[in-house]
């Protein structure tokens, strides 16, 4: 994996770049659809790569472990040939969603106990264990196995859980380094920075990963209830510390201003099921603000669903068909939304990438980030 | 409307034609996939016109009544421009729904009295209701009000039933006359034979409506749980009085056999939501069988979802993914199976078509039916 950096703002750390993969390349800043069983909820291949142009997407390490399992992963070729995406992958470590999604987890030094959320079955994922099957589903960028502390977390829990993620990710490291890709091309792992909200913890936690010399360095444990402020500040302290030339993840991050914010702090990559989740609830993210689609004042409003979209669901339907879709429980109306929302975010960091690399970002983040959270 | 006869067969009565209308041309034998509350259900109109190439769509009215509702329909300019679909449409009359879906409904000679499925509220729908809904709605071709008799039907029901539509049929008629479309394109009425399993009184109710001129009849009271051979046989008789110079549509009709067999007798238009329901259930129909998706003996089977399919999720996904999806909930299989079947359904009128052109409909059909019903 290569990451190049091809401009730099000059009055934020914000900063576009190049990763290139043995599946192709990604443009940084890049906003990573989830495809969490190996589908992007409601969106076909084909319109992830013509209509919303997805440079990467991310697998669900817990989710595609668990269903379609390994063995037909691997007798496929890996994920790639099994959903037909043919550009770069990135799986998460299946932390988090060990975390929040399984039954009676136990935590322990070793690894996590777990039962599972669909039939109550019992696994152990370990760190050796999370790097093998990211060997077999084949992502182009792999994670390490971390836990992700809640908020709010006490520092004692965040000091030894931080102690924790650095002891695994050694462990993931020495079985990344000791097997092989399993079907030709290369995979990176990228180690991830934890410690909670504490600064001395982050400070500690940014400095032992930017040691590693990884391919690239994700920052995890934000975005998952925290006040914004503090995801920026605690962003911007890591930013300051992981290597600059390295790409940057800042794991599950977030609203079209969070996107924005943390690239201004130096971040290359978000993923976030949000643009997926909101939509299929009925609410679109555009650039003029966020607009609720079951709200009554859409429902004799004829013009396009987004006047400024970039995607073909913006001018084929109008508000007030897209409302009735949702307002009569019709599948139709979380497929336009997810695909509206997915091509929304690539256009952000689309054109984020383009005023970095003109010298107008700052001025644009500042006018965006202020009509961005207007509710239409 | 116009229907032109372009070629006969010489074994059966299945005749290939053209129907025009002011948005569009429809070859026949034609299948019609049902957009109940104005959208073909898990599928983009795109596809619909692109990938599935259907010709005509069609409209629920008691859904559409229902929901979005008739003021949104008019203030849109009718439900072509409200749900982007500008090819032709053929609404029902909402008599079935209002005997399947509706509560504490009453059928008296006035019309009938009902609840609404969704909120309880009451409607009464008689004939001439049913034709100014039409009207909003806009529908190129408009269903006289029937009501649909249940399978089995006692004679005396199914004679007093049938003296009611006929009078309902008058009523429409009348209302028809009286009344002009709304947005400025030519709208036309069919009226439909009942009488339910009755050679008597399917004769007798034939004979009144072949009287009436329309530009198009329809056959309805069928495929409501009787046996095939039934269907058939009332059909045939049926299709023996109606005019030959006008199309016969066979309503709510069917399986890819019972669609051939129509055809073979002389119908013309065909509309079922059986390719939409049962792709969301997971079974999918190609030509060499039917395929349940959720079998355990498609987990590994990586080979395109139907080699031999028109569509491009034929080829974008294999059978496994499919089933994983299916097996997992993810949207994207009842998405990816809808587009399948309905695509399917068009490849069997259009093949039907060429075969009845080229003189060899029988003993094409004759092959089709045996391997159509086969399980895979």
Known sequence: MQFEIKASDTSSSARKG????????????????VGTAGTVKAVHTRELRNDIKAQIILGNTYHLYLRPGLDILEKAGGLHKFNGWSGPILTDSGGYQVYSLSERRKFQHEGVVFHSHIDGSRHTFTPE???????SIGADIMMAFDECTPYPCDYDYARKS??????????????????EPLYGYAQSMFPIVQGSVYRDLRQQSAEFIASQGADGNAIGGLSVG???EIMYEISELVCGILPK??????????????ILEGIALGI???????????GRNGMIFTSKGIVNLRNVKWKDDFSPLDEDGTAYVDTDYSRA???????????????????????????????????????????????????????L
Chains 1, 2 share one sequence.
């Open 321 to 375: 068909y897209v409302r009735h879709l949702f307002i009569s429980g019709e599948m139709l109306g979380p497929m336009i939304a997810s695909i509206h929302n997915l091509a929304f975010y690539q256009w952000l960091v689309r054109e984020a990438r383009e005023h970095i690399a003109d010298g107008s970002f700052s001025a644009w983040k500042g006018r965006m980030v202020k009509q961005l959270a207007v509710r």
């Open 18 to 33: 190049l990763i290139t993969t043995d599946h192709g390349s990604i443009e940084t800043p890049a906003f990573m659809p």
């Open 268 to 278: 290359d990559m978000f993923d976030c099921v949000m643009p997926t989740r909101n």
């Open 245 to 258: 030339e390295k790409p940057r993840y800042l794991m599950g991050v977030g609203t079209p201003v969070n």
């Open 129 to 135: 264990v999370v790097v093998d099957i990211q060997r």
């Open 162 to 179: 931080m102690h924790m993620t650095h002891q695994w990710l050694n462990r993931c490291l020495g079985r990344f380094s000791e097997t």
């Open 226 to 228: 925290e006040p914004a």
